[in-house]
């Protein structure tokens, strides 16, 4: 097994909350040096310095992945930071959305799911990979969701965001096997985190999705850990948990079956019809 998560020289993006924060302190206490990157200049400082307070060194970066130029400097300031270009890179940052159909949903909502959630995993791989192609070590974390796979009704824009986060974590697989780079692609159902509280849920959906994480959602903690301990192992699919899984499978062996259920579930989601 390859310890590529030990002592990695990281970028983190989105690591100023819930699973990016998980991510960025345990690459930090596996003796990480953490370039946490986020949106909120705020929150990536204070991931950055609870990673300090452990004795652990860390630079907080301001950055929309959703803005190419963006990214560019995100690579300069932590190749400056780190001396040298980054080693792993976690593609986490990434909205919620939800709660209207097909035809509902408002196209501005589309553009800035797939802007945050599709465009930044883009941008990241397509700053981040030719050094690690050109070096043949390091790797790539990027995280989807189960909402890959499990299109569940009135998540379209969110679905579709995370299945082509998937698609690109495959092909990236493929074209970097054999070359020493890792990649590996996190698809988890609920954990405990902020994602829900922003405009792009509607309240029905919003307090829907509270509930269910509230009852059924993991540890921001156990997931980057099973993650980091996963891509050190060199798995490319990461879908924690008996739920995730049952999911994962239903949508391989029997997709029509799968896709009939998720639409009989979603007539009787608690979500009013037409929100
Ligand atoms: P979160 O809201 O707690 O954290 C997301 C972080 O990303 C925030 O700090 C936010 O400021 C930052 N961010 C948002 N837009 C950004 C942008 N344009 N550029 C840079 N940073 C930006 O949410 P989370 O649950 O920790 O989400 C992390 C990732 O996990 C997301 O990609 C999300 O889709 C995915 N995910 C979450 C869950 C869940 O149930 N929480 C389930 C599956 C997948």
Redesign the pocket.
Known sequence: MTRRTQGARAVV??????????FALELARRGGRVVC????LA??KETAARIEAMGGEALAVA?????EA?VWDLSEAAERWLGGPAGLIVN?????AGGQVIGETPLPDWRRTL???LW?VVHGCHVFTPWLRAAGRGGIIN?????AFAAAPRMAA?NA??AA?LAISETLAAELSGTGVAVTV?????????????ELIDAAASRAADKL?RLT?TT?ERIARITLDAHDRGRLYVVPRLDAQLLWRAKRLLPAVHTRAAGLLGRFAPFPQGQ
């Open positions: 993006t989105g690591a100023g909350s819930g699973i990016g924060r998980a990157a986020d949106l909120d929150t990536a950055c929309d992945v959703s803005v963006q986490n940052a990434g909205i919620g802007g945050v959630n930044g995280v989807a969701s189960a909402a969110y965001s995370k986060v996190l698809c988890p159902t609920f954990v405990k985190t902020n994602i829900i509280g922003n994480m959602g921001p």
